[in-house]
Nanobody, 118 residues
Framework: QVQLVESGGGLVQPGGSLRLTCVAS??????????MGWYRQAPGKQRELVATITWSGSINYADSMKGRFTISRDDAKNTMYLQMNSPIPEDTAVYYC??????????WGRGTQVTVSS
């Protein structure tokens, strides 16, 4: 079993910055087996991809996040980050951490709320 815990959400002003953190734990967690990712869900909308990062560092961003958000991971700490720069009100959502392994097993965190407002 794998547990994912997000932190770092909160209220941020448009044009500000925020860093989200996801810490993975569990006896079955081996960083090299997992692609990690951030997803988000706004009220009344479906969950959508923000970005993913493989164990080898290959990154994929949703088009609307490119140039504003940066995903990274520190496998020595079993930790993944999402640096959010210049957020806009449309970025308001619950942000979820995801881990998917080579056997197609998938795990989710409980989410952290991000609110972009002046």
């Amino acid at each position: 079993q794998v547990q994912l815990v997000e932190s770092g959400g909160g209220l941020v002003q448009p044009g500000g910055s925020l860093r989200l953190t996801c810490v993975a734990s569990g006896s079955n967690f081996r960083p090299s087996f997992y692609t990690m990712g951030w997803y988000r869900q706004a009220p009344g909308k479906q969950r959508e991809l923000v970005a993913t990062i493989t164990w080898s560092g290959s990154i994929n961003y949703a088009d609307s996040m490119k140039g504003r958000f940066t995903i990274s991971r520190d496998d020595a700490k079993n930790t993944m980050y999402l640096q959010m720069n210049s957020p806009i009100p449309e970025d308001t959502a619950v942000y979820y951490c995801n881990a998917r392994n080579v056997f197609a097993q998938e795990y989710w965190g409980r989410g952290t709320q991000v609110t972009v407002s002046s």
